[in-house]
């Protein structure tokens, strides 16, 4: 038979005994939920966005890993995903097997780069097609529209053109949203993406709680929100 023997310890000032039993003094380490849960708060937002991203570049015409990848296959990643975390009202296709439409105004930043990463891929039953054109009467009806116009003048008269319908505006232009633009998204040294919600909600689309949690900024009601 195995005897296990009992030692009992005085409580000292500052101590308090547990339910079963044991002597725990107040200055006892952290236990790892009470460690990790801080930091869970703190880097949430941080760590859904490298997830984010991670999915982004989880592709064979990306295969690279994230900090190795260029950023304009990372920006072309990006722009394929919004299929994935933009709801679109349905009158926004004809018909249930038109493909996405990828549209590229002005200077293409991205080259090939997109019909590589859109080739082989669907999204919602839905294949992809990339349109370029100079002007916005070149391009048939577009579900995304990459507004890459240095001038700001002529993004603003796009925006006013596309503001009431069922398309997602993107660019990297830095005042994007406060022009009327919905994302604004640069990839550099790091990933930024701002929302702007009002426009998103005028266009009839839904931007998923995902997206707004790995957001810089969201701008809603009038007011840009810094989420990170």
């Known amino acids: ?19 079963d039993g044991d002597m725990r003094h107040a200055s ?3 236990s790892i939920r009470q460690q ?18 991670l999915y982004c570049l989880a592709s064979p015409a990306i295969g690279q890993e994230f900090a190795k990848a260029d950023p304009i296959r990372i920006e ?5 995903n919004f299929a994935r975390y933009v709801t679109w009202p349905h009158h926004a296709f004809k018909d249930t097997h ?4 990828i549209c590229i105004l002005g200077d293409d930043p991205f080259g090939q780069v997109l019909e590589k990463t ?31 116009y240095q001038d700001a003048a002529k993004r603003r008269a796009v925006l006013e053109l596309l503001k009431k319908q069922p398309v997602l505006t ?22 930024e993406m701002s929302v702007n919600l009002d426009q998103a909600r005028s266009s009839s689309l839904k931007i998923q709680t995902k997206m707004l949690e790995v957001s810089r900024e969201v ?7 810094r989420l990170r």
């Open 219 to 225: 701008l809603e009601n009038g007011i840009v929100r």
């Open 76 to 80: 072309a990643a990006i722009l394929r």
């Open 28 to 30: 006892a380490p952290l």
């Open 1 to 19: 038979m195995l005897l296990r023997a009992t030692v009992h310890r005085p409580v000292k000032p500052g101590c308090c005994a547990a339910e």
């Open 170 to 191: 993107v660019s990297a232009a830095p005042d994007f949203l406060q022009e009327g633009g919905i994302i604004r998204f640069k990839v550099t040294d790091r990933v």
């Open 118 to 148: 859109f080739e082989g891929r669907t999204e919602q039953g839905r294949s992809f097609q990339v349109f370029r054109a100079e002007t916005l009467e070149e391009l048939p009806p577009c579900q995304i529209v990459f507004i890459a």
């Open 36 to 53: 990790i849960g801080p930091l869970l708060r703190r880097y949430a937002p941080a760590m859904l966005l490298v997830l984010f991203y």
């Open 98 to 101: 038109l493909a996405w439409r």
